[in-house]
């Protein structure tokens, strides 16, 4: 069972313009995480977020964490036809271990 | 850092046969993730180990599966008999992370199983 669910499915924007994808998840959690997967590989770890932070920032990526929403967002400001690729979040439980990923997020960078 | 390997890359395979995927963890990670993606399902985990130990096999779709890791730095997924329905790409990930403690995943370039 997958513990995010993110939206939109896809996303198909021009070059330089921002990316906003959405994920919301159903239990606590110890933090959320994003990856990116290019199409044949495997997944790439791009900025984690503990519970009691609010807000993340790592170069054009801005994260953001709602706990009482259960709710996260990765903003890619900028972006480039590099950025093309699938965006996952993914949480990790009160435990520690367990990583649920969500069902991802198409984005598509015209250039 | 060789990062986690993977092998094989691609797996084609009548049904019946027995599969094995193998993967090598970053040397000082403690915990080992095997994963499976496919279109219908996405990510889904299979089974994960701390310090060699499994402590979660409930994503383990049938007792067709079964993994383990004779040692710290490998692990093997078994696939035994194989299906039409196991086709998918398979993921073993690593990390560093202890008790308690939230740590990024470092994933395998995954092993394409095609089961015919």
């Known amino acids: 069972s997958q513990q995010g669910e993110e939206d939109p499915q896809a996303l198909s924007i021009q070059e330089g313009e921002n990316a906003t994808m959405n994920c919301s998840y159903k239990?606590?959690?110890?933090?959320l995480q994003w990856y990116r997967q290019n199409s044949g590989r495997g997944l790439v770890h791009l900025i984690l977020i503990r519970s009691n932070e609010r807000e993340k920032h790592s170069g054009r990526l801005r994260v953001t964490l709602d706990t009482s929403k259960k709710s996260s967002s990765l903003l890619i400001t900028a972006s480039r036809a590099a950025d093309t690729a699938s965006y996952f979040c993914?949480?990790?439980?009160?435990?520690?271990?367990?990583?649920?990923f969500g069902a991802g997020t198409r984005l598509f960078v015209k250039a | 850092d060789a990062g986690v390997i993977q092998s094989p890359r691609h797996e084609v395979t009548e049904m019946g046969q027995e599969v094995t995927l193998r993967c090598k963890l970053i040397s000082g990670h403690n915990s080992l993730f095997w994963y499976r993606q496919t279109m219908m399902r996405g990510l889904e985990l299979l089974i994960y180990?701390?310090?060699?130990?499994?402590?979660?096999d409930s994503g383990m779709p049938e007792d067709r599966f079964s993994a383990k890791m004779p040692n710290a730095s490998f692990s093997t997924l078994k696939i035994q008999p194989s299906e039409p329905r196991d086709s998918a790409v398979y993921f073993c990930a690593s990390s560093s992370g202890g008790q308690g403690f939230g740590s990024p995943l470092h994933f395998g370039n995954g092993t394409r199983l095609t089961v015919t």
């Open positions: 180990f701390n310090n060699n130990v499994p402590i979660d």
């Open positions: 993914a949480t990790q439980n009160t435990g520690g271990f367990k990583t649920i």
């Open positions: 239990t606590s959690i110890n933090n």
